[in-house]
């Protein structure tokens, strides 16, 4: 059950109850008057969303003649001001309402995980005995499934490996993609153990419209910059799922295993999926759960089976791994450990993630200084005021400015981050300097990932992908 502290508001399981049945209403309304199937599709996919979210919330399906007991002391729970605040979150799509982003104290009730807490932080630093990453202590790997387990291992000296992804739908990743991969290559150097990286170019091929030939090829072009983050060679295997499917029976034996063990109705639940949706979306999901399986790589496991995997990833990415952790037991694997991030907003502000398909979204890793200053001075969100005198009397909005959020996670100084906080809050600091402030950091950090990508060979790329024993101590 998750972290619920300090008398905060959280979604109740009424609300989700009365959410449940406002969304279902739409649909039959939906289908009365003959609307487009996309808007239907649409509808439907939310509320079988809102269904799984109720029955992680509660522990049982949703019933619609059996509202749920105890609700939160203290919610509004009527339907109409449930759906004006919903946050919507899944592995394709992340919506809110608010300027400030998800509220990610509701989502942690709505999934089920437990908060990052200071109590596991510093059990963090004790087992590592170094600072946590800034990334943990700010809060932006927030939520996590399982990681005093992990610790648990870590300190008895039993092994874990370490396993992230990355769907390459496009050449170029911008800084939102780097945020679980400078995240995982810290927990990789720290605990000293092997790293699996999926490239999800199956996935993309049958979301997307490209051929499987352009998602390969995407997947080349983002191993270079998974490689660029600084990876040990000797400890990392990054592979495409298009390739390695083939080339390993461990791996296609554990997804065979896991669809063999979830129903059409389950997938449906977790996922969203429709009748319309093509037989391959329908079963990737358990591609993307059997590298939580150590045996799904018995170049570097053998045959074993009881090595425990930790996930860094977004959190719009759990509900696979929802379906993984239910799966493990009954296939004979130990449930695979989480860490969740938030979600790296667009420079036009917190309520979307980034897009790789909106050059002016992001900030692209092939971006110029140029690009760069102007991609911030033009299009970045201000919490600031609308004049210089309304700044300087009544300061600008943290929350809420694109600018000061970036800063969070690409600042490495908490010192200068919280002084910078300060001024722009007073009003001291104003907008431009802001955005400058922020242009000094990403220039240098962007050119400096474009010089490591560019020491990037063929045949370093090779390497990494290729199937072999890693390098990496256990019992």
Known sequence: MADVSNGESYTSPLELFNSIAVQGELVRALKARKASKDEIDSAVKMLLSLKMNYKAAVGED????????????????????????EDFVDPWTVQTSSAKGIDYDKLIVQFGSSKI?????????????????????????????????????????????????????????????????????WLQDVFSVPLVVQMSDDEKYLWKDLSLDQAHSYTVENVKDIIACGFDINKTFIFSDLEYMGQSPGFYKNVVKIQKHVTFNQVKGIFGFTDSDCIGKISFPAVQAAPS?????????????????????????????????????????????LLH???????????????????????????????????????????????????????????????FMYLTFFLEDDDRLEQIRKDYTSGAMLTGELKKTLIDVLQPLIAEHQTRRKAVTEEMVKEFMTPRPLSFHFQ
């Open 62 to 85: 949703y019933k619609a003649d059996c509202p749920p007991g105890n609700p939160v002391a203290g919610n509004n729970s009527s339907p109409d001001a449930t759906k004006a605040n």
């Open 117 to 185: 807490d200071k109590e596991l932080i510093n059990r963090i630093e004790r087992a590592i005995g170094q600072r946590p990453h800034h990334f943990l202590r700010r809060g932006i790997f927030f939520s996590h499934r399982d990681m005093n387990q992990i610790l648990d291992a870590y300190e008895n000296k039993k092994p874990f490996y370490l396993y992230t992804g990355r769907g390459p739908s496009s050449e170029a990743m911008h800084v939102g993609h780097l945020v679980p991969f400078i995240f995982t290559k």
């Open 293 to 337: 399986f150590s045996n799904s790589f018995p170049q570097i496991f053998r045959d074993r089976t009881d090595i425990q995997c930790l996930i860094p990833c977004a959190i719009d990415q759990d509900p696979y791994f929802r379906m993984a952790r239910d799966v493990a037991p009954r296939i004979g694997h130990p449930k695979p450990a």
């Open 341 to 403: 991030s938030t979600f790296f907003p667009a420079l036009q502000g917190a309520q979307t993630k980034m897009s790789a398909s909106d050059p002016n979204s992001s900030i692209f890793l092939t971006d110029t200084a140029k690009q760069i200053k102007t991609k911030v001075n033009k299009h970045a969100f201000s919490g600031g005021r609308d004049t210089v005198e309304e700044h300087r009397q009544f300061g600008g909005n943290c929350d809420v400015d694109v600018s």
